[in-house]
C-alpha cells in the first residue's frame, strides 16, 4: 500500500534559537531571636517547558530578561515560621538545552511538563546563622533551542532542498542558482490521507568546516540533534561550493557530510538516515546514477581513493536510496511513502526497547525471596 500525501510548509521570520536570561533567586527571610522564629526561604527560579512557546516570545514578553523569584517573610510573633518567598517560571519551548555562560550544561528539557531549577531561593534566617537569611543564587544562563522534528534535511548549498519541499508542497520558500538561500530553520509538515503527520526541517545549508564552525556550523548541527532520523540530499552532478573550490562527486558530498557530522558528535551517525539523490531530470544523470550506487555498495574500498581528511570513521548506513527529481517529480510518491515506513519502524523499535527495559528493570527491583517456589523446597 502507498500513501499519498500532502505537505503543508510554513515558514518562520525572525526566528530565534538561543536567549540570555538574568535569574535570580530570592532572599530568605529575618528570623525572630527572641522567640526562635525561622524566616521563610526564598522562591526558586525554575525553566519550565510548554507547547506553543517559542524563544522570541520570552524576548518580546520579558525585554529585559530578567526573572527574579519572591522574597521569604520574616519570622514574627503572629507566624513564627515565614512563608516561601514565591516561586518565578520560565516557560520555554520543548527541546532546549539550558547552559551557564561558562558552557556548563544545567539541563535538557525534552517533553511537555519538563522542570530545571536555575537559580534557588536563599536560607531564611535560624538560629545556626544567627537568625539572618542569606539571598539568593543569581545567574546568567543561556537557552539553546534544538528544533524536534520527524526528519531533518541535510546537504550543502544547493543540494535542492528548497526546491524538494516546494516540490513536495507547493510552497515557495527562496530559491535561488546561489549558495545559502535557506538561513533560518523552516518547518514543513507532511501531512497523509489518514491524518498522520510528519515534520521535517529544512535547515540552514552546512559547507566544509562546518564543525568547527564555518559557515553557519554549529548553528546548523545542532538542530541536527534534535530530529529522529536524517534525510541526505545530494545533487547527482555533486557539489562545488565556489570556482575556486574542487568539484565534489556526489559519492564524495555523501562521504563529506558523513565527515562534518561525525566530527561535530559522532552520536549523529546512529541516526537512521535516508539518502535523497536529487537532480535525476539531468541528461548525464543516469550514468552518474550506476556510479554512485557502484560506489555505495562497496563504500569502504571507494572512500580511500580520497584524501584522508575526507574519510570518516564510520560509514553512514542508509536505510534507503532514492533517486528523485524535484523538477519533474520522478521519485517523489516512493519518497514519501519511505519516510512514513522508516519512521514507523523505528517507532516499534523504540516502543520494543523501552518495554525489555522496564521488564529488566522491574526484574532487578522484585526480590527474588518473594517470588514462589511452587512447591519446590527453598535451599537452607
Known amino acids: 500500500?502507498?500513501?499519498?500525501?500532502?505537505?503543508?510548509?510554513?515558514?518562520?521570520?525572525?526566528?530565534?534559537?538561543?536567549?540570555?536570561?538574568?535569574?535570580?533567586?530570592?532572599?530568605?527571610?529575618?528570623?525572630?531571636?527572641?522567640?526562635?522564629?525561622?524566616?521563610?526561604?526564598?522562591?526558586?527560579?525554575?525553566?519550565?517547558?510548554?507547547?506553543?512557546?517559542?524563544?522570541?516570545?520570552?524576548?518580546?514578553?520579558?525585554?529585559?530578561?530578567?526573572?527574579?523569584?519572591?522574597?521569604?517573610?520574616?519570622?514574627?510573633?503572629?507566624?513564627?515560621?515565614?512563608?516561601?518567598?514565591?516561586?518565578?517560571?520560565?516557560?520555554?519551548?520543548?527541546?532546549?538545552?539550558?547552559?551557564?555562560?561558562?558552557?556548563?550544561?544545567?539541563?535538557?528539557?525534552?517533553?511537555?511538563?519538563?522542570?530545571?531549577?536555575?537559580?534557588?531561593?536563599?536560607?531564611?534566617?535560624?538560629?545556626?546563622?544567627?537568625?539572618?537569611?542569606?539571598?539568593?543564587?543569581?545567574?546568567?544562563?543561556?537557552?539553546?533551542?534544538?528544533?524536534?522534528?520527524?526528519?531533518g534535511l541535510v546537504g550543502f548549498p544547493n543540494a535542492g532542498k528548497s526546491s524538494l519541499l516546494t516540490a513536495l508542497s507547493h510552497a515557495k520558500p527562496r530559491i535561488a542558482s546561489y549558495p545559502?538561500?535557506?538561513?533560518?530553520?523552516?518547518?514543513?509538515?507532511?501531512?497523509?490521507?489518514?491524518?498522520?503527520?510528519?515534520?521535517?526541517?529544512?535547515?540552514?545549508?552546512?559547507?566544509?568546516?562546518?564543525?568547527?564552525?564555518?559557515?553557519?556550523?554549529?548553528?546548523?548541527?545542532?538542530?541536527?540533534?534534535?530530529?529522529?532520523?536524517?534525510?541526505?540530499?545530494?545533487?547527482?552532478?555533486?557539489?562545488?561550493?565556489?570556482?575556486?573550490?574542487?568539484?565534489?562527486?556526489?559519492?564524495?558530498?555523501v562521504m563529506l557530510l558523513n565527515k562534518e557530522l561525525e566530527l561535530y558528535k559522532e552520536e549523529l551517525l546512529g541516526k537512521p538516515a535516508i539518502l535523497v539523490i536529487n537532480k535525476m531530470d539531468l541528461p548525464e544523470a543516469q550514468g552518474l546514477l550506476r556510479e554512485l550506487e557502484a560506489h555505495l555498495e562497496n563504500q569502504e574500498e571507494s572512500s580511500h581513493r580520497f584524501a584522508e581528511d575526507v574519510i570518516p570513521k564510520s560509514l553512514m548506513c542508509f536505510t534507503h536510496v532514492v533517486p528523485v527529481s524535484a523538477t519533474t517529480g520522478l521519485g517523489l510518491p516512493l519518497l514519501k511513502s519511505l519516510i512514513r515506513q522508516s519512521l514507523e519502524e523505528q517507532n516499534v523499535t523504540e516502543t520494543e526497547g523501552q518495554r525489555s527495559e522496564r521488564l529488566l528493570k522491574l526484574g532487578r527491583e522484585i526480590p527474588t525471596s518473594s517470588i514462589p517456589s511452587r512447591g519446590f523446597p527453598q535451599p537452607t
Request: glycine share 14%; charged share 25%; net charge positive.
Open 180 to 253: 545559502f538561500t535557506t538561513l533560518r530553520p523552516e518547518i514543513g509538515k507532511v501531512m497523509y490521507d489518514d491524518h498522520k503527520q510528519v515534520s521535517v526541517a529544512d535547515l540552514p545549508g552546512l559547507i566544509e568546516g562546518a564543525h568547527v564552525n564555518k559557515g553557519m556550523g554549529h548553528k546548523f548541527l545542532k538542530h541536527v540533534e534534535r530530529t529522529k532520523q536524517l534525510l541526505f540530499v545530494v545533487d547527482i552532478c555533486g557539489f562545488q561550493l565556489a570556482s575556486n573550490t574542487p568539484l565534489r562527486s556526489a559519492f564524495e558530498t
Open 1 to 151: 500500500m502507498v500513501w499519498t500525501s500532502r505537505v503543508c510548509f510554513r515558514k518562520y521570520g525572525n526566528f530565534v534559537d538561543n536567549i540570555r536570561l538574568y535569574v535570580r533567586g530570592g532572599s530568605g527571610g529575618m528570623g525572630l531571636p527572641r522567640l526562635g522564629g525561622l524566616g521563610g526561604d526564598g522562591g526558586d527560579v525554575w525553566v519550565v517547558a510548554k507547547k506553543d512557546i517559542t524563544l522570541k516570545q520570552i524576548k518580546d514578553k520579558h525585554p529585559n530578561k530578567r526573572f527574579t523569584a519572591g522574597v521569604g517573610s520574616n519570622s514574627s510573633i503572629h507566624a513564627l515560621r515565614g512563608a516561601k518567598g514565591e516561586d518565578s517560571q520560565v516557560c520555554a519551548p520543548v527541546g532546549i538545552s539550558v547552559t551557564t555562560d561558562n558552557g556548563r550544561i544545567l539541563g535538557e528539557l525534552n517533553c511537555e511538563g519538563d522542570k530545571l531549577l536555575v537559580a534557588k531561593g536563599g536560607h531564611g534566617g535560624s538560629l545556626h546563622s544567627g537568625f539572618l537569611p542569606s539571598k539568593g543564587q543569581t545567574r546568567q544562563i543561556r537557552l539553546d533551542l534544538k528544533l524536534i522534528a520527524d526528519l
